[in-house]
């Protein structure tokens, strides 16, 4: 499952570099790339961490619906 975000978007809404965001959540800035690009899912403490950056809750940053899923 491919998780969607709003990390790019809000990223340039807090004036904030790649690099910049990866020091404040301390992973590298390849790492904040590749979850811009939708190609690497978060663990739940860097999930945690970026929603903290933008005072915001994970929820508001990540969207974990999938689609094809049935409950």
Known sequence: MRLNNRIRELRQLHDLTQQQLAELTMVSRQTIISLEQGRYNPTAVLAYRI??????????VFDFSDEEETL
């Open 51 to 60: 929603a903290k950056v933008f005072g915001m809750i994970i929820e508001d």
